[in-house]
C-alpha cells in the first residue's frame, strides 16, 4: 500500500512570498489532516477535512494560511505572505474516516521542510 | 483542553542501558493514548498505543502502560541499540485528531 505522497520535501523561500505544499493521502481514505511541526515543538492540528468539507479549522491563521480538497482526495495548504515564524515542518496525514481516527490506522506523510528567511 | 508533557531531552544512553521516557496527560473524557517515533528526516510512525486504562501497548521491545490514576504513560524499554537514536513523541486522541507531547529526543551511542 502506497503511503501518503508529500510535495516538494524541502523549500526555502523569502518572508513576504507564497508557498503551497501538496499532499496525496492512501488510497480511500476520507479524512485528511495537516499538521504544523515547529522546531523543537510536537507537531500541531491546523485543519481537517472529510472528503472535500472541512471539519475543523480552528487552529488555522486565516489572514494567511489557507487550504483546500476540492475533489476530496488530495489537499493543497497554501501560505501568503509567509513570516519568519512559519518555518516549520509541514505534515499531512490520512485515516479511513472521522469514526476511525488515530486508533485505527492514522499515516503520517514525510512532511515538507519550510525555511522562510 | 487536551495536553501532554513529556520529559525534556535529549536523553543519552549507552547501547543496552534501559530506557524510560516520561509522559503525563490532561484530558476530558478517556482518550487513547500513543507513543510516536521520528527518525531523522523521516515522518511519524506509529511505535505503540493503549485505548483504556490499564492496557499496556508494546512493539520493537518499547512497553508503556496507561495509568488512569497518575494520568501517564511512560515509555520503557529494556535494553536499547543505537538504531532507537530518534525523537519519541506522546500523544492522545480526541475524536478523531491528534495532540502531542514536545517530544524527547534519545540518542544512544555504542
Known amino acids: 500500500e502506497a503511503g501518503v505522497a508529500q510535495s516538494p520535501r524541502y523549500k526555502i523561500i523569502e518572508k513576504r512570498q507564497s508557498v503551497a505544499f501538496w499532499c496525496n493521502p492512501i488510497?480511500?481514505?476520507?479524512?485528511l489532516y495537516w499538521y504544523q511541526q515547529i522546531l523543537g515543538q510536537g507537531p500541531k492540528l491546523l485543519i481537517q477535512f472529510q472528503n472535500n468539507g472541512v471539519v475543523d479549522d480552528s487552529q488555522l491563521p486565516k489572514d494567511r494560511f489557507s487550504a483546500e480538497r476540492l475533489k476530496g482526495v488530495d489537499s493543497t495548504l497554501k501560505i501568503q505572505p509567509a513570516k519568519l515564524e512559519d518555518s516549520a515542518v509541514y505534515l499531512c496525514a490520512s485515516s479511513l474516516d472521522l469514526g476511525r481516527g488515530p486508533n485505527y490506522g492514522y499515516t503520517f506523510g514525510s512532511g515538507t521542510r519550510l525555511t522562510v528567511v | 483542553g487536551n495536553s501532554v508533557t513529556q520529559m525534556e531531552g535529549p536523553v543519552t544512553l549507552s547501547e543496552e542501558a534501559f530506557l524510560t521516557i516520561n509522559c503525563t496527560y490532561t484530558a476530558t473524557g478517556y482518550p487513547s493514548l500513543f507513543w510516536y517515533v521520528q527518525y531523522p528526516g523521516e515522518g511519524l510512525q506509529l511505535l505503540l498505543k493503549a485505548t483504556k486504562a490499564d492496557d499496556k501497548g508494546s512493539n520493537k521491545g518499547f512497553e508503556a502502560t496507561y495509568r488512569k490514576e497518575t494520568t501517564s504513560f511512560h515509555l520503557e524499554k529494556g535494553s536499547v541499540q543505537v538504531s532507537d537514536s530518534a525523537v519519541y513523541f506522546c500523544?492522545?486522541?480526541?475524536?478523531?485528531?491528534?495532540?502531542f507531547g514536545k517530544g524527547t529526543m534519545l540518542l544512544v551511542s555504542p
Open positions: 500523544a492522545l486522541s480526541g475524536y478523531s485528531t491528534l495532540t
Open positions: 488510497s480511500g481514505h476520507a479524512t
